[in-house]
């Protein structure tokens, strides 16, 4: 084991050497920090990381920071995850797959070896689950499950050995995140919904209720298998039954979207939400109901709307991908008309879900677009990975 340890620390001495020492491009500990800054700026004000390093201490030199890349720690992990996605967000591509490749290396090793420190827990948890969100990326819906629940098992171990205060951090939360993307049973969405609501945790609360919504709409939404037979002629054909527990779930949603909290937000230009929220809401409530009055007015202004997004936003992902949805579910003489809107609402989903580690859903419906309307959107899921 000591031999192991010894080859995997000048395995590693050898990459860090490469990558500080400008093999990649002259990188140096200014780019670095400035790499972090990006990550911060971009990727922790929806998971925040529990690793403290700044822009002053990358700065310094080749100290504390150097010995970092070197070591084989769950704090070297969290290094190496930070900087690959904050080389992507700088379009650096090739720099952002060396720190990938790094970090999947070390995480396997990592997730071999056993760990009792809450630090070292929680950056660990933290690393693996950002991952499980780089295999989402890819996409691959497989590793992305299993290593999120990797996360979740160190987590909820250290909780069940007397640490239960480790379930109410941002690493854990980020992980239910990620479970409620990757695992869209009911079970785990009822209990995503449970911890949400408990916790006060409005964002996992709205994200809970609108995987109920789709997956009741759509059981195929719980696999990545694609539309099945369920879907008659492309369109949706919902019980009376199956329409009113969708429609008791959806209201619920609507009261928390159509608060001062989110209709009053704005976003990167300075324009309000509450207009996309309103028209994508309403479009959905009215294919629901069903009354197709003015149905089209709202998917209209709702998909221009969408259109004006150019940045990653929480608030705006569920009424963009209800309109991409709901557009799909006409199939006369108008159809075109209607799958313009969704490829249109696909390319704003696609630039505005968050970090995209909800590509998942934005594939799922460019599926079914391609069977509709024999076409699909070319979608640019991979540049935030």
Known sequence: ENVKDEMYEAKNQNRANSILGGSLGGITPLLLGQLISVYRAKFDTMFPSPCNFSFSEIYRGEGSFFDAFAGFSPEALQIYTMLGIGASFSNCA???????????????????????????????????????????????????????????????????SGKPEI??????????????????????????YKFAKFRGRTDIH???????????????????????SIVSGGVLNLSEQRRQNILGLFKELKSILLSPVYKNATCENGRSYGSLIE?????????????????????????????????????????????????????????????????????????IATFKWARVLGDFLNGWLKMVGGKSVDLSWGSSK
């Open 206 to 228: 709205i994200y809970a209720l609108f995987l109920m919504v789709m997956t009741h709409c759509v059981p195929d939404l719980i696999t990545d298998s694609g539309i099945s």
């Open 279 to 351: 028209q994508g809401l309403s479009a959905f409530e009215l294919w629901l109901i069903p009354s197709h009055d003015q149905i089209l007015y709202n998917l209209q202004c709702a998909t221009i709307q969408a259109g004006l997004l150019k940045e990653p936003s929480f608030i705006a992902l569920i009424p963009v991908y209800l309109v991409a949805f709901v557009s799909l579910q006409f199939n006369g003489a108008d159809k075109e008309k209607y799958t313009d809107l969704t490829e249109l609402c696909l390319m704003a989903f696609s630039r």
């Open 167 to 192: 379930l109410s951090t941002p690493v854990y939360e980020s992980f239910i995140w990620m479970r409620l993307t990757f695992n869209r049973d009911h079970d785990t969405l009822e209990n995503g």
């Open 94 to 160: 090739d720099l952002s797959r060396s720190f990938w490749n790094c970090a999947l290396e070390l995480a396997d090793w990592l997730l071999g070896s056993k760990w009792s420190d809450k630090k070292d827990i929680l950056y660990l948890a933290d690393g693996v689950n950002k991952v499980a969100m780089y295999y989402a990326c890819e996409p691959d819906y497989d590793k992305a499950r299993f290593y999120n629940s990797k996360a979740g098992q160190l987590l909820e171990q250290f909780a069940a």
